[in-house]
C-alpha cells in the first residue's frame, strides 16, 4: 500500500516525504527531529492542537461513562499524553482517557468511590509495568486479528449501551440535537478531513443551543471542570489485603486491555509510518503513566486508535513532540475555557 510513496520520486513529491515516514522512535532524537526544519515544527505543533481540541469531548464524555467528574478524565488526559511522549516506544502515538478503560473500571468508581477507582489506576499501572517487564506485551502480537476486530466491536457496542441513560427523562429538543451530530458524524468525514468530525458536532450542536437560549443538559451539569492546574493526589483507602481483593480484577483487566489497545494501536501506526516500535518500551511506558496520572487524580487510559490516526495519517505528525503538545494544549484549552466547555449540551456528547 506505501509502494507509490517509494515510487513517486523527485518530480512529484508527497506531503509527507519518505524522511517524514522514516523518523526516529528513539526520545532524543524525536525531539530533535522535530526541530529539523521549520516545516517539521509547524506540523507537529499544529498536528498537537487537532489532536488537543478532539480530545476535550472524548475526555468529558469518557469521565462520564465511568461515573467520575470530567476533571477526571480531562487531567488524565493531560498527564496520559504528556508522560507517554517521553516514556513510550511508538512516537506520535496518542494516549489519553479511553471508552475500554472507562468501562472496565466504571463499576469500582459506582461501587467504592473516586479514592477506590483511582487505586485501582495505580494498581494497573503497576501491573502493566511487570507484565511488560516479564515480556507479555511481546505475546500480544501473536492475538488474531479477528480476536481484535470482535475487541473493538464490543467495545463500540458497549459504548453505544452506556449512552442511553443520557437519552432517558430529558427535554425533547434533546432527540433532534442526537440525530444532527450523528449525521454531522457521518457525513463531515466526507466534505473534508481537515478537522475531526467529533469536533464539528460538538461546536455545531453547541452553537445552536445557546444561540436560540434552548434549556437542556450539559457538561456543567456534570460536575465541576478544572480551573487550575492538577495537583498530587494520594487514594484515601487501607492498603490491605481487603482493598486488593476489590480492586485486583478490575486493576488486572484495565491492564490487559489497556495494554491490547495499545500494542494493537502501535502495530498499525508502524504500518502506517514504516518504522518499527519498541513494544516492551510501549508496554512499561504506558504503566508508568497511569501510575503518573493515578497520583494526579486522573482515570487512567491507554493509546486511541482514533485520536492517533488524526495525528499520525490525517495531520501529518511523526515525533513525540506532538503528543507532548497536545496534553499541554489541551490542559490550556480547559483550564482557560472552562466556562465554555461547561455549555457543551450533552446531547452533542451521546452523538460522538
Not at 61 to 80: C, E, K, N, Q
Not at 235 to 246: F, M, Y
Not at 265 to 281: F, G, P, W, Y
Request: proline share 7%; net charge neutral.
Amino acid at each position: 500500500m506505501t509502494a507509490p510513496t517509494h515510487a513517486s520520486g523527485a518530480s512529484s513529491p508527497p506531503p509527507a516525504s519518505s524522511d517524514d515516514d522514516l523518523a526516529p522512535v528513539g526520545v532524543l532524537a524525536s525531539f530533535k527531529y522535530a526541530f529539523s526544519s521549520p516545516r517539521r515544527l509547524r506540523t507537529e505543533v499544529l498536528a498537537g492542537l487537532v489532536v488537543a481540541l478532539a480530545l476535550i469531548p472524548e475526555a468529558i464524555s469518557f469521565s462520564i461513562l465511568a461515573g467520575v467528574d470530567p476533571r477526571v478524565g480531562l487531567f488524565a488526559s493531560f498527564t496520559m499524553a504528556v508522560t507517554i511522549a517521553f516514556t513510550g516506544g511508538r512516537p506520535a502515538m496518542i494516549s489519553a482517557a479511553t471508552g475500554a478503560i472507562a468501562l472496565v473500571i466504571a463499576p469500582v468508581a459506582r461501587e467504592y468511590g473516586l479514592d477506590y477507582f483511582i487505586a485501582t489506576v495505580l494498581l494497573a499501572g503497576i501491573f502493566q509495568v511487570v507484565l511488560s517487564v516479564i515480556g507479555v506485551g511481546k505475546l500480544m502480537r501473536f492475538i488474531p486479528r479477528s480476536v481484535m476486530v470482535g475487541f473493538v466491536n464490543a467495545l463500540a457496542i458497549l459504548i453505544f449501551t452506556a449512552q442511553i441513560p443520557h437519552l432517558l427523562g430529558v427535554p425533547w429538543l434533546v432527540y433532534p440535537m442526537v440525530a444532527a451530530g450523528v449525521l454531522i458524524m457521518v457525513f463531515f468525514p466526507k466534505l473534508s478531513a481537515a478537522v475531526p468530525a467529533p469536533l464539528v458536532a460538538i461546536v455545531a450542536i453547541t452553537a445552536v443551543v445557546v444561540l436560540f437560549g434552548w434549556t437542556m443538559p450539559n457538561v456543567s451539569d456534570q460536575g465541576e471542570l478544572p480551573s487550575s492546574l492538577p495537583s498530587l493526589f494520594i487514594p484515601d483507602v487501607p492498603w490491605t489485603l481487603e482493598t486488593l481483593q476489590i480492586i485486583a480484577p478490575y486493576a488486572l483487566a484495565m491492564a490487559l486491555v489497556g495494554l491490547m489497545e495499545s500494542m494493537m494501536t502501535a502495530k498499525l501506526v508502524d504500518d502506517i509510518t514504516e518504522v518499527r516500535s519498541d513494544k516492551t518500551r510501549e508496554g512499561w511506558g504506558q504503566g508508568v503513566a497511569n501510575i503518573v496520572t493515578a497520583f494526579f487524580g486522573g482515570m487512567g487510559g491507554c493509546a486511541m486508535i482514533g485520536q492517533t490516526m488524526i495525528n499520525v495519517k490525517q495531520s501529518g505528525a511523526r515525533t513525540r513532540l506532538s503528543t507532548l503538545l497536545a496534553g499541554i494544549f489541551l490542559l490550556i484549552l480547559v483550564v482557560a475555557l472552562g466556562d465554555i466547555v461547561g455549555l457543551i449540551p450533552m446531547a452533542a456528547l451521546v452523538a460522538v
